[in-house]
């Protein structure tokens, strides 16, 4: 693991490759990479997101490994770190469309409750701000 990021850019840097080692399913290197975002943040409300993403990385890990009743632990930990987040404000600072991440979320939960669990991408946005 490398140190904090410092600064907008290095901060975006950092999540646009979690957000890549989730698109390549690589869920636990994905969870570490967040994981130096989370422990630099200071802001609460952007603490909380970056724990969402975290849970919700976890439990698709755990979900890799077989492990259904720890990745549907792991994804109710993420919905309830989005709670009462306003996600559109942090959407245009991220570049990253958390309110389409966060339905997907709840939409792919009730399928995990069925036994499925589909890979979650974080979907990013044209250009961050």
């Keep these: 693991m490398s140190g904090p990021p410092e600064g907008p850019q ?4 950092t999540l646009q490759r979690a957000i890549r080692q989730t698109q390549r399913g690589e869920f636990f290197d994905a969870h570490e990479t967040l994981e130096i975002l989370w422990r630099s943040e200071t802001d609460r409300t ?3 997101a970056l724990q969402g993403l ?3 990385a976890v439990a698709c890990h755990h979900h890799q ?5 720890g990745a549907r632990l792991q994804l ?3 919905l309830h770190k989005f709670r009462g987040i306003d996600l559109e404000k942090l959407e245009p600072t991220w570049g990253v469309q958390l309110r389409k991440f966060v339905e997907d979320i709840k939409q792919r939960g009730t399928e995990l409750k069925r036994g499925g669990y589909p890979r979650l ?4 946005s ?3 701000r």
């Design 76 to 78: 109710r930990k993420g």
């Design 46 to 48: 952007r603490r909380d």
């Design 121 to 124: 991408r974080i979907i990013a």
């Design 65 to 69: 490994h077989s492990n259904v009743p």
């Design 10 to 13: 290095a901060f975006l840097e």
């Design 54 to 56: 975290i849970h919700v």
């Design 126 to 128: 044209e250009e961050p």
